[in-house]
């Protein structure tokens, strides 16, 4: 209200104090207002471009992808570009009546809607009379209806007609995050344009441009942080670092962005990963039980681990010409060095280990105890037998025949006690008989011969050192070099597990120490792979496979469905059986024991 003079003298107005402009925030002041600053969209952009230079505009537009990357942004430059004084032109003036209104949001004959607060069908019904005006001034009446998906299904009928059909002088532009529940019947009367996210590095260039901008220092490592976090929304990215300058005074750290998220530091995600692979699960709780480890967010570690064995997948299946690393480079090399001597099944096995444990996190009341079983799972996942290995042994068991087929005992490794001696044997009467004194009914002749040879004792090395060492360790021909030197020799087609065992020292060392046990003298073992296409080896050959019969491979994948344990398993894992040997769950024949 404006004040007045009470002095005695006429009274006059006195004008009110401008009042403080509000605080506008980056994600706001940093809209493109160009098509070539629409970033991560070049494709759309050159499109929509291009049409308004050949005259080919359509009269509807529909603008899909994720949230963040720009969508409503484009829509209102592209009503700029028809609007503009000196249009409909690629590049709009942004000085005239219309451009300054519409980027202000106050055209009126640019309308946009949020389908989320007008869904009925009395909305569409009141734009269907208004489209039929001409604009009040500028050269196209323009719709923005933004979460289009969101409309009902009598509204999406009664848009029909005007989209098919619209006047000359109406154009619509629709945004949504999610098109497949647009009726195909809206689908197919709109130009459809994809909105891909954008990239991590692309994003941290733009936030090192906005902080330039504004005044303020931040650390290149603290804007990777941001621009990951925001997984590709650079309105995510940029209200991430309005939240993250207002929340420091000086220069914006690294260590700074992981106190507001929750996150882990760079220290403690590379010394828990290191603890993983080691197969170190005391080390995994103890640096989970440090104060970083106590104040990190759940959700934000187990994140930071995926991400951490994504790259090594990456590393393993790529090499250095596959896709960017989200490491920082502090710890690129650490990761690199990690990822060496690991096989990728392993890798993505802990991946899915991860995963699974994400998905745990979102629905469970002890967050901390999820994040604990993940990291320690992690750790164990060297004892675990995977489904192919589990396969190759049983698959050479019985190629090995019937009597190594049966499950072998797991020898000790037990130093065995002397034998007691014998007691010397009675003379036997004088004119009878002498009987020699019958051995032992446990006797055997390796009790009383020396040491073993290797390639005796190196079904029993395979079952000592268990299923996971053992199941690589058994691709592998065991060749004698010389006295006290053997050598693996791994065919082409086990190169996963030759680099399985020769990554890891310690592996080799428990196959030598087993050996060495069982045969009774050191032994020295080297690993060698060989060139060329596998081949069966004289002394091994290939067995011939059998001949497929239809009818008793039917047969047995219906004896197979029948087991309950089967059923059980198809039902929890959604599977069905496609496969069943001939003689599975065959009843015994007659007089068979």
């Known amino acids: 209200m404006a004040k007045t003079r009470t002095d005695g003298k006429n009274p006059k107005p006195e004008p009110e104090p401008a009042p403080t402009t509000g605080y506008t925030v980056l994600a706001r002041r940093y809209r493109p207002q160009a098509f070539g600053a629409l970033v991560g969209q070049e494709a759309t952009a050159k499109a929509l471009a291009n049409a308004i230079l050949s005259n080919r505009v359509g009269h509807a537009y529909l603008f899909t992808g994720p949230r963040g990357v720009g969508k409503t942004s484009t829509a209102r430059l592209f009503a700029r570009a028809l609007n503009c004084e000196n249009g409909p032109t690629p590049e709009p003036c942004g000085a005239c009546g219309p451009c300054r209104d519409i980027t202000a949001g106050e055209e009126v004959d640019v309308i946009e809607i949020d389908a989320a607060s007008h869904t009925g069908v009395d909305n569409i019904r009141e734009l269907r009379a208004n489209a039929g005006y001409l604009p009040a001034r500028c050269r196209f009446k323009i719709y923005i209806i933004d979460e289009v998906h969101m409309l009902s299904g009598s509204s999406f009928n009664a848009l029909l007609k005007t989209l098919e059909e619209p006047p000359a002088h109406v154009k619509f532009i629709f945004a949504t995050t999610e098109y497949h529940k647009i009726p195909a019947t809206v689908l197919s009367r709109c130009q459809r344009f994809d909105f891909r996210a954008i990239g991590a590095g692309t994003i941290a260039s733009l936030l090192a441009d906005i902080v330039a901008k504004e005044g303020r220092e931040a650390e290149p490592a603290a804007l990777a942080l941001v621009a990951r976090q925001a997984a590709g929304s650079m309105r995510d990215a940029q209200s991430l670092l309005d939240q993250a300058l207002a929340f420091t005074t000086g220069t914006l750290t690294a260590q700074a962005v992981h106190d507001l998220l929750g996150s882990g530091n760079d220290t403690l995600v590379a010394g828990l990963a290191s603890a993983a692979l080691a197969e170190k699960p005391d080390e995994v709780l103890r640096l989970l039980d440090t104060p970083e480890g106590m104040a990190v967010n759940p959700a934000q570690l187990l994140e930071q681990m995926a991400s951490w064995w994504r790259d090594m997948m990456v590393v393993l299946a790529a090499g250095d010409s596959g896709p960017e690393l989200d490491v920082t480079p502090r710890y690129r090399d650490t990761l690199v060095e990690s990822a060496k001597g690991r096989d990728l099944e392993s890798v993505m096995a802990g991946l899915e280990v991860l995963d699974h444990a994400i998905g745990r996190l979102r629905n469970t009341a002890h967050p901390r105890l999820v994040v604990e079983l993940a990291l320690v799972r992690l750790s164990r996942l060297g004892q675990v037998v995977g489904v192919a290995q589990l396969a190759l042994s049983l698959a050479q068991q019985r190629a090995a025949g019937p009597a190594q087929a049966s499950p072998v005992p797991r020898p000790s490794l037990a130093p065995r006690p002397p034998a007691a001696p014998e007691p010397p044997p009675k003379k036997a009467p004088a004119g009878d008989r002498a009987v020699p004194p019958e051995p032992p009914a446990d006797a055997t002749p390796a009790a009383t011969a020396g040491p073993r040879p290797a390639r005796e004792v190196w079904p029993e090395v395979i079952t000592a050192v268990g299923p996971m060492l053992g199941g690589r360790a058994a691709a592998a021909s065991l060749v004698v070099r010389g006295p006290g030197a053997v050598a693996l020799v791994f065919p082409p087609s086990a190169r996963a597990a030759?680099?399985?065992?020769?990554?890891?020292?310690?592996?080799?060392?428990?196959?030598?120490?087993?050996?060495?046990?069982?045969?009774?003298?050191?032994?020295?073992?080297?690993?060698?792979?060989?060139?060329?296409?596998?081949?069966?080896?004289?002394?091994?050959?290939?067995?011939?496979?059998?001949?497929?019969?239809?009818?008793?491979?039917?047969l047995a994948k219906e004896r197979a469905e029948e087991i309950p344990l089967v059923m059980r398993a198809m039902e929890v894992l959604k599977a069905t059986v496609v496969h069943a040997d001939e003689d599975f769950a065959k009843p015994p024949e007659p007089g068979t024991p």
């Open 498 to 554: 030759f680099e399985y065992l020769q990554g890891s020292a310690p592996r080799l060392a428990k196959i030598v120490e087993t050996l060495s046990q069982l045969t009774g003298s050191s032994h020295d073992v080297h690993l060698e792979l060989e060139h060329g296409p596998a081949t069966a080896t004289p002394e091994n050959p290939k067995p011939e496979e059998p001949r497929a019969n239809p009818m008793a491979r039917r």
